[in-house]
């Protein structure tokens, strides 16, 4: 995007954008010049930086396909971003056409570029909330109207929990989505972490201190704790090219070295 004149009304061009950053690590075209800004110092601080969103991204493609094998049908991508090549509408309805999916962000280029992306594919809706407020999402004519959680569904938390700080209990965010999400539903969650490479992981953090969304990152523990109540399939909580990968040479001798958690539970 090179045209800031394209911007939504309203957007405040002089902070970058987590989802705009994203997306430019994702080669994608709908950032400003303060997201690449942005996304360039990070990557002169970490140049991995790159192929670790694109492994985050490989992982939210191998787990849609999971839970389409285990016959899911329903998707509520929390903290979506812009679903540009490869998001989570492409891989479920290339394998079941009937899959509905809502994005779900509160950030007003990424839902106005969503929808723009999604026009016309009637099982897809676009939200502009706030994930940290359940109710508020949960209640939106949209997500009623397309999705059933008396059927189950995927909630997808994917790289979106690190911009939730511990004051707002991200672990009493998950609950209440899994209060009204039906047996055999799935939570699909990735969170970037210190572990592995904790030296570059604070300089990151304190990158985004900076903006207008701070990083959290946390340990494998801690993402354990947000996922006790339900039961983690296989392999468990992983660095992103460790979770389900397609070939055994997709997996290099350092995958610490991605410094993100992936991981898939089910709720019984």
Not at 85 to 91: K, P, S, T, W
Not at 114 to 135: F, M, Y
Request: with cysteine; proline share 7%.
């Amino acid at each position: 995007m090179t045209d800031e004149t394209a911007a939504p009304g309203g957007v405040d061009l002089t902070r970058p954008s987590a989802a705009r950053v994203y997306d430019y690590y994702l080669g994608g075209a709908h950032n400003f010049a303060v997201d690449r800004e942005m996304a360039e110092r990070a990557i002169g601080l970490w140049p991995d930086l790159p192929q670790i969103m694109q492994a985050n991204r490989a992982f939210l493609r191998r787990a849609v396909q999971f839970c389409v094998d285990a016959g899911i049908r329903q998707f509520l991508d929390l903290g979506s971003g812009i679903p540009t090549v490869g998001n989570v509408h492409e891989v479920a309805q290339n394998l079941a056409p009937e899959a509905k999916i809502v994005y779900v962000d509160n950030d007003p280029v990424a839902a106005a570029y969503s929808e723009n992306i999604l026009r016309g594919n009637d099982r897809t809706a676009v939200v502009q909330a706030d994930l940290r407020r359940p109710d508020q999402v949960l209640d939106h004519p949209a997500v009623r109207s397309l999705l059933d959680f008396d059927e189950p569904v995927a909630v997808m938390m994917v790289a979106v929990l690190h911009f939730v700080p511990d004051g707002d209990d991200p672990a009493g965010i998950i609950a209440r989505y899994r209060e009204v999400m039906a047996p055999g539903s799935y939570l699909v969650l990735s969170h970037a972490s210190q572990d592995g490479q904790p030296g570059q992981a604070d300089s990151h953090q304190d990158l985004y201190r900076r903006t207008a969304t701070p990083m959290t990152m946390r340990s494998k523990s801690q993402v354990a704790a947000l996922l006790e109540d339900f039961d983690v399939v296989e392999p468990g909580i992983v660095f992103f090219p460790q979770w389900r990968p397609l070939s055994p040479e997709d997996v290099d001798d350092n995958p610490e070295r991605f410094t993100g958690l992936a991981a898939v539970g089910r709720k019984a």
